[in-house]
C-alpha cells in the first residue's frame, strides 16, 4: 500500500500503479451526472480493476455500499494506461478545491498523458435533442489539436463553475494537461444518453471501443437509481453558484 498525501488529502494506492504515461479519467456528480454515469459505464465494460481510493477528513461520514461490500467515497480504478476516479456522493465545497489540487498533483506526480474531466452543459432544449453533441476544452496548445484530429467541437467561448472548473485551474497552475469533455445535457435530471456521446468521444481520443448500447437500454433504470443524487447534486451546485455553461460570444477578445 503506497499513501500519498497532499493538502490534507490521502490518495491511497492499495495496488502498485504501473501506467508509465496514464489518461486519468474524472467522474464526479455535475449536470446530468454525466461524470459518475460514463465512468461508472467505462470501468465496468473494461473489467477495470479498484486500485485505491481518496480519503479526507474534509469528506463527510459517508461509507457507499456495493454488493454487501463497504467501498470508500473516492475510488480509483486502473487499466494499462487508463486509470478512472469516480464518486458517486456529493462532494462538500471545501473538499472540492483541496480535491482538484490534489488530483492535479498526483497526475503530475504520475507523469499523467491528461486528466480527463467528464461532465454535462445544460442546455434548456435537451428534450428535443436526439443525440447530445460534444464540446471540449484542451489547457494546452497539444491537447487542443488532439481534440481537433478527434474531431470533438471546441468549447469556443464561455464560462465553467464548479469542480470541473477548479480541476482545469489546478492543472493548469500545476502545468499538468487537461482536456474536459462536456456534453449537451439535463440540467434537472440524470442524463445517460449525454453520458453515452461522452464515450464515444472519448473512444477517438483514446482509441478505445467502449460500447454503449448496453447503457442507452438501461437509459430509464439509471435515471431512476440516480434521481436522489441528481437532487443533491442540483443543491451543491447552487452552493457552489454553479450557472449554465454557454457561449458567450462578442464579449472575449
Same mark, same amino acid.
Given at each position: +500500500? ?10 491511497? %494506492?492499495? &495496488?502498485? #500503479? ?19 454515469? $460514463? ?14 481510493? +481518496? ?33 458517486? &456522493?456529493?462532494? @462538500? ?6 480535491? *482538484? ?14 486528466? #480527463? ?14 443525440? @447530445? *453533441? ?5 489547457? &494546452? ?12 467541437? @471546441? ?16 492543472? +493548469? ?7 474536459? !469533455?462536456?456534453?449537451? $445535457? ?5 442524463? @445517460?444518453?449525454?453520458?453515452? *456521446? ?21 437509459? %430509464?433504470?439509471?435515471?431512476?437509481? $440516480?434521481?436522489? !443524487?441528481?437532487?443533491? &447534486? ?20
Amino acid at each position: +500500500m503506497n499513501i500519498k498525501k497532499f493538502n490534507g488529502v490521502n490518495v491511497v %494506492e492499495t &495496488t502498485k #500503479i504501473e501506467a508509465k504515461n496514464p489518461s486519468i479519467l474524472i467522474g464526479f456528480p455535475d449536470v446530468g451526472l454525466v461524470g459518475p454515469i $460514463a465512468t461508472s459505464h467505462i470501468i465496468q465494460s473494461l473489467n477495470m480493476e479498484e486500485v485505491g481510493y +481518496m480519503e479526507s477528513d474534509l469528506l463527510p461520514p459517508v461509507i457507499v455500499v456495493h454488493d454487501n461490500e463497504p467501498k470508500h467515497q473516492i475510488r480509483i480504478f486502473g487499466l494499462g494506461e487508463i486509470l478512472a476516479v469516480i464518486t458517486e &456522493t456529493i462532494l @462538500p465545497p471545501q473538499a472540492v478545491y483541496d480535491l *482538484s489540487r490534489t488530483i492535479a498533483l498526483w497526475a503530475k506526480q504520475l507523469n499523467a498523458k491528461f486528466v #480527463i474531466g467528464l461532465t454535462g452543459m445544460a442546455v434548456p432544449n435537451r428534450l428535443e435533442i436526439e443525440k @447530445p *453533441s460534444v464540446y471540449g476544452i484542451g489547457s &494546452t496548445k497539444e491537447a487542443r489539436k488532439i481534440l481537433q484530429d478527434a474531431k470533438i467541437q @471546441p468549447f469556443e467561448e464561455g464560462v465553467l463553475v464548479g469542480i470541473y472548473a477548479l480541476l482545469i485551474r489546478e492543472c +493548469m497552475r500545476e502545468k499538468q494537461p487537461n482536456i474536459t !469533455l462536456l456534453a449537451e $445535457a439535463h440540467l434537472q435530471f440524470p442524463d @445517460p444518453g449525454a453520458a453515452a *456521446s461522452t464515450i464515444e468521444s472519448l473512444n477517438s481520443l483514446l482509441a478505445t471501443n467502449i460500447d454503449v448500447k448496453s447503457l442507452l437500454e438501461k437509459e %430509464e433504470e439509471i435515471r431512476i437509481k $440516480a434521481r436522489e !443524487l441528481m437532487r443533491r &447534486t442540483r443543491e451543491q451546485m447552487r452552493s457552489l453558484q454553479k450557472v449554465q455553461e454557454q457561449e458567450l460570444r462578442g464579449i472575449y477578445v
